[in-house]
């Protein structure tokens, strides 16, 4: 049981800017064999996916503080993050799954207050999507 708390944990940090690498663990936990593949992808898709809805909690409170002189983000760099999801929409949740571009976009969805069934809804995909593909990778079929 701790193992999948463990994963959980890796796969929510790893949704976040914290540099945690839930694949490894999903990985790891597949080669030990104590769970099911459905148990273990289940707990890394709901560990990222809330992980990912922090984000966008975030974003949707990042207003209150750009004006601060401690605020990490320069206006224009906020602007130009908001410009990207504007062109492309709801639909860049889809990348949400990815490396380095995936965790900011979760939190321009809530800084732009993208709806959150939609962005659970797409996010949830993306997520499940990725460690589908880590699981097929495991197998030998990718």
Not at 9 to 26: I, K
Not at 54 to 77: A, C, M, T
Request: proline residues 3%.
């Amino acid at each position: 049981m701790w193992s999948l708390f463990g994963l959980l944990v890796a796969a929510f940090g790893g949704a976040t800017l914290l540099p945690l690498q839930s694949e490894a663990v999903l990985m790891g936990l597949l080669n030990y064999g104590q769970h099911t593949a459905f148990t273990l992808i289940l707990f890394a898709s709901v560990g990222n996916v809330l992980g990912s809805c922090v984000n966008w909690w975030l974003g949707l409170k990042i207003e209150h503080y750009k004006n601060k002189s401690w605020f990490p983000v320069s206006e224009q760099k906020m602007q130009q993050a908001q410009g990207i999801y504007q062109k492309y929409g709801y639909w860049s949740l889809l990348l949400s799954w990815t490396p380095i571009i995936g965790d900011p976009i979760t939190l321009i969805a809530g800084l732009m207050k993208e709806k959150f069934w939609r962005f659970l809804l797409i996010v949830g995909l993306a997520k499940v999507g990725r460690y589908l593909c880590v699981y097929l990778i495991f197998l030998g079929l990718f």
